[in-house]
């Protein structure tokens, strides 16, 4: 997560690739318009099948930060799913 130039809205999710043999980080790439929004994207979790889970207030929800998910193992689009308010 971060607001650094590049940035879609407020803050924004970002990918980086981790060179293990080098103890290196790559250059960060945004996450695109399909994850990120004019608002604040936060809090983002990856779990082991590769869904990321994240916060925003940048899409029509329920409430002021609602839980999202996306599974990044889709190479084709990042289809974005509210997970719904609490009842």
Do not use: C, H, W
């Not at 043999?21 to 990856?46: A, H, R, V, W």
Request: glycine fraction near 12%; charged fraction near 25%; avoid cysteine.
């Amino acid at each position: 997560m971060s607001d650094m130039p590049g940035a879609i809205g407020g803050t924004d999710l970002f990918k980086v690739i981790l060179d293990i043999d080098k103890n290196q980080y790559g250059i960060p790439k945004n996450l695109g318009s399909e994850i990120n929004t004019e608002g604040m994207e936060m809090f983002p979790f990856i779990s082991e099948d590769n869904t990321l889970y994240f916060s925003s207030n940048g899409r029509f929800g329920f409430g002021l930060l609602d839980i999202y998910k996306t599974d990044l193992n889709n190479k084709e689009e990042n289809k974005v799913y509210n997970l719904g308010g609490v009842y």
